[in-house]
C-alpha cells in the first residue's frame, strides 16, 4: 500500500511539475508572438513587402559599393605611372569610359 501511495504522490509532483512547465511555456509563446518580427511576418502581404524592400536596399547598396570601389581602384591605378604595363592600361579604360560618359551626354 505504501508503495502505491508513492507513486501516487510522484504521478502527481510529475502532474504538476509538467503544469508549471506548459504554463511557463505558454508565456514565453505570447511573448514571442508580441514581438515585432513576429508581428511583421505574420501577414503574406506585410511579408512580400517587407522581402522586397529589403531586396531593394540589398542591390541598390550592392550597386552603388561596387561603383565606388571600382571607381577608387580605377582612379587609384591610373595615378600609377612607375608601372608602364598597368598605368597605361587603366588609363585606357578611364579614357573609354569618358568617351562613352560622352556619347551618351550627347544623346
Known amino acids: 500500500m ?51 524592400a529589403r531586396g531593394l536596399a540589398f542591390g541598390l547598396g550592392t550597386v552603388l559599393g561596387a561603383s565606388v570601389l571600382l571607381s577608387a581602384v580605377a582612379w587609384s591605378l591610373s595615378q600609377v605611372e612607375f608601372l608602364p604595363i598597368i598605368g597605361e592600361w587603366v588609363s585606357q579604360i578611364a579614357r573609354q569610359m569618358e568617351d562613352a560618359a560622352g556619347q551618351s551626354g550627347a544623346r
Open 2 to 52: 505504501r508503495d502505491r501511495d508513492q507513486g501516487q504522490d510522484r504521478a502527481h509532483d510529475d502532474a504538476a511539475e509538467m503544469a508549471q512547465e506548459v504554463r511557463a511555456l505558454r508565456d514565453e509563446l505570447g511573448r514571442l508572438n508580441a514581438h515585432r518580427f513576429v508581428r511583421i511576418h505574420n501577414s503574406i502581404p506585410r511579408l512580400l513587402a517587407f522581402n522586397f
